[in-house]
């Protein structure tokens, strides 16, 4: 199965900051990547998909990009309800995985 | 609005089964491959299961192959997970969750633990 790794496992990020979050795959994913933002007690939510592109509803402070095995998210200005734990997950072939997770945090 | 409502969750022991359900609403269930994904407390997430639009094609993570079985019923807009032989590291939330690749909508859970 292919691995998902994320990092860092905890960033502290202050309001209004940007925030990086990174991850790399054990093998080529091509661009079936996607970001989901989970809150504690809720389910994810969907950000971004085919690597690169933002889902309708979502800010366009949230950015992805990377192909391959390296991809990153980018949140450009941290506002109060991003901070929460963001998974990345590649579909590329089964079965998907999902990376262990980032959790932004304030400063 | 899509919704996706599981249900069935609950306390088992080890080596007991349970049956989860999910009811689709607000599309069209049957052109939709549906996942079973599950989230240890305070852990990351695992896609256990998978079922293509028809039911034709199906797949399992190593960790449940053998003791889990995925089943839909396009009439009801129905996902099912069977899980038997059900052990301690099973205890999850367990989401069901609408495959458009990726995944696009998900259920808000249902906690299985499985303890005696």
């Known amino acids: 199965e292919i691995v998902m790794t994320q990092s860092p496992a905890t960033l502290s990020v202050s309001p209004g900051e940007r925030a990086t979050l990174s991850c790399r795959a054990s093998?080529?994913?091509?661009?079936?990547l996607a970001w989901y933002q989970q809150k504690p007690g809720q389910a994810p939510r969907l950000l971004v998909y085919?690597?690169?592109t933002r889902v309708t509803a979502i800010p366009a402070r949230f950015s992805g990009s990377g192909s391959g095995t390296e991809f990153t998210l980018t949140i450009s200005s941290l506002q109060s309800e991003d901070f929460a734990v963001y998974y990345c997950?590649?579909?590329?072939?089964?079965?998907?995985?999902f990376g262990q997770g980032t959790k932004v945090q304030i400063k | 609005e899509v919704q996706l409502v599981e249900s069935g969750g609950g306390l088992v022991k080890p080596g007991g089964s349970l049956r989860l359900s999910c009811a689709a609403s607000?599309?069209?269930?049957?052109?939709?491959?549906m996942k079973w994904v599950r989230q240890a407390p305070g852990k990351g997430l695992e896609c256990v299961s998978s079922?293509?639009?028809?039911?034709?094609?199906?797949n399992y993570a190593d960790s449940v192959k053998g003791r889990f079985t995925i089943s839909r019923d396009n009439a009801k807009n129905s996902l099912y997970l069977q899980m038997n032989s059900l052990r301690v590291e099973d205890t999850a939330v367990y989401f069901c969750?609408?495959?458009?690749?990726?995944?696009?909508?998900w259920g808000q859970g249902t906690l299985v633990t499985v303890s005696s």
């Open positions: 969750a609408r495959d458009q690749s990726p995944i696009d909508y």
């Open positions: 093998q080529s994913v091509n661009s079936d």
């Open positions: 607000g599309f069209t269930f049957s052109i939709y491959t």
């Open positions: 085919g690597a690169s």
């Open positions: 079922i293509t639009r028809s039911g034709a094609f199906i």
């Open positions: 997950q590649q579909y590329d072939r089964w079965p998907d995985t």
